[in-house]
C-alpha cells in the first residue's frame, strides 16, 4: 500500500507564488505516475498537473495552469512538488497529491489513480 501527505499549502495574494509537496510512504517502488488534482467548492476534481516519474516521460498540464505552474520530484526523498507562479482567485482550492503504479500515465484523468491523498488547502486572495 502507499500513502500520500501533502504538505506547504496556505494562503496568499493574487500574483504571489506556492509551493505544495507530497511525500509518498509504503510501497512506493514503481509509482510511475504521479500528479496534482484540485477541487474547489462546488466544482468535479480536476488534473492540475501529472508526471511520469521514470524519466522522460511525458508531463501533462492543464490548460489553466500551463507557464505557471511547475511539477517535479525529488527521487531520492520521495517527494513531488508543484510549485505555482502567479497565482489567481480561481486557483483557490483543495489540492491533491494522486499517484499510480501504471507504465501509461493518466495525465489528468482521476480515475487512472489509485492512490490519493488527504489534501491539503490554497487560498489566493484578490
Known amino acids: 500500500q502507499v500513502q500520500l501527505v501533502e504538505s506547504g499549502g496556505g494562503s496568499v495574494q493574487a500574483g504571489g507564488s506556492l509551493r505544495v509537496s507530497c511525500g509518498a510512504i509504503?510501497?512506493?517502488?514503481?509509482?510511475?505516475?504521479m500528479g496534482w488534482f484540485r477541487q474547489a467548492p462546488g466544482k468535479q476534481r480536476e488534473g492540475v498537473a501529472a508526471m511520469y516519474t521514470g524519466g522522460g516521460g511525458d508531463t501533462y498540464y492543464s490548460d489553466s495552469v500551463k507557464g505557471r505552474f511547475t511539477i517535479s520530484q525529488d527521487n531520492a526523498k520521495n517527494l513531488l512538488y508543484l510549485q505555482m507562479n502567479h497565482l489567481k482567485p480561481e486557483d483557490t482550492a483543495m489540492y491533491y497529491c494522486?499517484?499510480?503504479?501504471?507504465?501509461?500515465?493518466?495525465?489528468?484523468?482521476?480515475?487512472?489513480?489509485?492512490?490519493w491523498g488527504q489534501g491539503i488547502q490554497v487560498t489566493v486572495s484578490s
Open positions: 509504503g510501497y512506493t517502488w514503481s509509482l510511475n505516475c
Open positions: 494522486a499517484a499510480d503504479y501504471r507504465t501509461r500515465c493518466g495525465g489528468g484523468q482521476k480515475e487512472k489513480y489509485d492512490f
